[in-house]
DNA sequence: CTCGCTAATTTAAGCGATTAAATTAACTTA
DNA sequence: TAAGTTAATTTAATCGCTTAAATTAGCGAG
């Protein structure tokens, strides 16, 4: 009702100058005096003023919202949103913190690859984008129309507009394969995402088949199961693992809730892990550490990716004309309990 | 560099009438001649012209920002942020699929629990918050400055200026625990977060003990244990437990993730779940249905908890005057593996 | 003293929309 | 045909802030 806002202007006048006045003092950038700033600075705090973004943002010249967008991808089924998977919300986490220290705040978005982020960019002011995921062609076609400084996570997108952040995919696969190697294991069975249309994946098989290639083990093409990455299609690997005699004492899972939902597969027809077959995960979830066996996996800092996204953003933000940087993330083996010695 | 943005002033050249005939004949709030709304239509399509919220948002009257904020706990520790658990991140989802089809946008913060969303929700327009978790007192008196329609998720707060949108926790825990009751279990354990300052934790607790009164069975303050919310103090409880020799035949925890750290506490010394001792959760998190053995527990539809929450705070800004909502959504038990009969 | 110079502040023009109020055009109707 | 309606559009003010340009005051130097 009567609760008018408090404006600049109400500052202004509490402090007995201008509107300029006041934003010179808040922003800096003229010198004012002294006895103009401690005048001003009390009068915001007396009346309790905030700074209203959509008039920072429309009014002139700095254009900037202090708002950066993420783009989550959705699962083609629809319905569950993908980034009910840990994965993605601990990234989230780590954006969310980071950005905030920084001054920026976080809208999400979890709407399909479509053009509407272009929509979002141009609607909303965004200052700058974190894509998280791999997405068609067309889309970084389209979004880079936005103009605006935009990051990718665990993409492959070879397009130099779009920074990069991301790990060595093919490295910690190729981690993940040689400890099983090591631990005697030769039929070692690798469950994926769809190949074709996932960077991440194409890696993470190529670092299997490199492991393999360095002890004389050769690529089988019916020990790899693909699927989409979630718990079900790790199931569903499994049970077709334990279907077709294929025979594997080890299943090398190219993200943990394939393994997960593969342990699950196992439990359920009396396949112990990793007593009768062996499991190597791949993210080190926050749950991973708490399965039953602890599961043997090859950890990313999932919220250090976060972090150096935010970083590298903010960073383009303000030198629009860096270059591409792809900075790569380190992984590391993560020993527990699901793979053994055969 | 030369791309300007296309703001309505060029739609309005181009479809040779003022902006005011753009705005009404994208609003459609005063009549508009079929012959000039397709002019604006096509000068829109052509130009390819999206609205700019700042200028919408600030410009008088209407004040909306179609913006909603969403408030997520942050644990104690720092760090990790609380929304890592999959709890958080699945209601986020549903909160941003709704939100996006209602034409409001998500803008996701974790701040510690200060002032600092007061000034979020004035900095940013915020049309309506949702605020997930308890907070303490003092933090509601706060939030309510804000004068715009808050929905609570989970809050047993009182005040009647915000809306509630939760569970019958007690009677999801009564559930929980009259099932393990008639399954023969008489020691029943019971796993919870810290009552003193968690509603929920309460009301859970209250179901549990409703249940055994129900069955005559005496309450006994030693087969409670509190601690944080998490895997590591489902973890500790049961270590706890099985230290201290209170024999308990079955565990009801208050959450599934306690119930997670507890199967894994069971499992790393030998007390297999359910032949050693049975285990119960609460919330029916996705990957309850993947462990080993799949975890018996009370569903909560999570992500109609954030639909309802959108619905209501929608409604909400549209009704000002709407009084106090607190809808109760269903809960439901789920029968795994996790609890047998003794 | 006056002139220039610097520092601090004000003036005033936007930013891109919305919207109340005024205007114009096209019809009725008496 | 003049007056009265109604419908469609324009005019112009405004939202809360930023910022280029103008103004003012104070000061040292010639």
Same mark, same amino acid.
């Given at each position: *009702?009567?609760?008018?806002?408090?404006? *600049?202007?109400? %500052?202004?006048?509490?402090?007995?100058?201008?509107?300029?006045?006041?934003?010179?003092? $808040?922003?800096?950038?003229?010198?004012?005096?002294?006895?103009?700033?401690?005048? %001003? #600075?009390?009068? $915001?705090?007396?009346?309790?003023?905030?700074?209203?973004?959509?008039?920072?943002?429309?009014?002139? &010249?700095?254009?900037?919202?202090?708002?950066?967008? %993420?783009? %989550?991808?959705?699962?083609?089924?629809?319905?569950?949103?993908?980034?009910?998977?840990?994965?993605?919300?601990?990234?989230?986490?780590?954006?969310?913190?980071?950005?905030?220290?920084?001054?920026?705040?976080? @809208? +999400?978005?979890?709407?399909?690859?479509?053009?509407?982020? @272009?929509?979002?960019?141009?609607?909303?002011?965004?200052?700058?984008?974190?894509? +998280?995921?791999?997405?068609?062609? #067309?889309?970084?076609?389209?979004?880079?129309?936005?103009?605006?400084?935009?990051?990718?996570?665990?993409?492959?997108?070879?397009?130099?507009?779009?920074?990069?952040?991301?790990? !060595? =995919?093919?490295?910690?696969?190729?981690?993940?394969?040689?400890?099983? @190697?090591?631990?005697?294991?030769?039929?070692?069975?690798?469950?994926?995402?769809?190949?074709? =249309?996932?960077?991440? *994946?194409?890696?993470?098989? &190529?670092?299997?088949?490199?492991?393999?290639?360095?002890?004389?083990?050769?690529?089988?093409?019916?020990?790899?199961? #693909?699927?989409? $990455?979630?718990?079900? !299609?790790?199931? #569903?690997?499994?049970?077709?693992? *334990?279907?077709?005699?294929?025979? /594997?004492?080890?299943?090398?899972?190219? &993200?943990?809730?394939?393994?997960?939902?593969?342990?699950?597969?196992?439990?359920?027809?009396?396949?112990?892990?990793? !007593?009768?077959?062996?499991?190597?995960?791949?993210?080190?979830?926050?749950?991973?550490?708490?399965?039953?066996?602890?599961?043997?996996?090859?950890?990313?800092?999932?919220?250090?990716?976060?972090?150096? /996204?935010?970083?590298?953003?903010?960073?383009? +933000?303000?030198?629009?004309?860096?270059?591409?940087?792809?900075? +790569?993330?380190?992984?590391?083996?993560?020993?527990?309990?699901?793979?053994?010695?055969?």
């Amino acid at each position: *009702m009567s609760d008018q806002r408090v404006t *600049m202007k109400d %500052v202004a006048k509490a402090a007995g100058v201008t509107t300029a006045a006041v934003s010179y003092a $808040i922003s800096g950038k003229r010198p004012i005096s002294d006895e103009t700033r401690r005048r %001003v #600075e009390m009068a $915001i705090k007396d009346l309790g003023y905030t700074p209203n973004m959509a008039a920072r943002t429309l009014s002139s &010249a700095g254009r900037s919202s202090k708002l950066i967008g %993420v783009v %989550v991808p959705q699962t083609e089924g629809g319905g569950r949103l993908l980034f009910q998977n840990q994965f993605y919300s601990e990234i989230l986490g780590s954006i969310e913190l980071c950005a905030r220290q920084a001054g920026y705040h976080v @809208l +999400i978005s979890a709407t399909d690859a479509n053009e509407s982020y @272009l929509t979002l960019a141009a609607e909303r002011n965004l200052d700058g984008i974190i894509v +998280i995921g791999m997405y068609p062609d #067309e889309f970084y076609q389209q979004m880079k129309k936005s103009r605006i400084p935009i990051v990718l996570i665990d993409s492959y997108c070879n397009d130099h507009y779009y920074h990069n952040v991301r790990i !060595d =995919d093919a490295y910690g696969s190729y981690l993940a394969t040689r400890y099983v @190697l090591e631990r005697g294991h030769r039929d070692i069975a690798f469950f994926c995402g769809r190949i074709k =249309d996932n960077g991440v *994946m194409k890696k993470r098989l &190529a670092g299997y088949r490199d492991a393999l290639g360095e002890y004389a083990v050769a690529f089988r093409d019916e020990l790899v199961f #693909e699927g989409d $990455i979630d718990y079900k !299609d790790g199931i #569903e690997s499994a049970n077709r693992l *334990m279907d077709t005699q294929v025979n /594997a004492t080890a299943v090398v899972a190219a &993200a943990d809730i394939l393994a997960i939902g593969a342990a699950k597969a196992f439990y359920e027809r009396g396949v112990r892990v990793p !007593d009768d077959i062996s499991l190597m995960g791949f993210d080190d979830l926050e749950i991973s550490q708490y399965l039953t066996p602890g599961l043997t996996t090859v950890r990313q800092q999932i919220s250090l990716k976060g972090e150096k /996204a935010v970083e590298l953003l903010i960073r383009s +933000i303000n030198e629009p004309e860096l270059t591409k940087q792809e900075p +790569i993330l380190p992984v590391s083996l993560v020993e527990r309990e699901s793979v053994r010695r055969v």
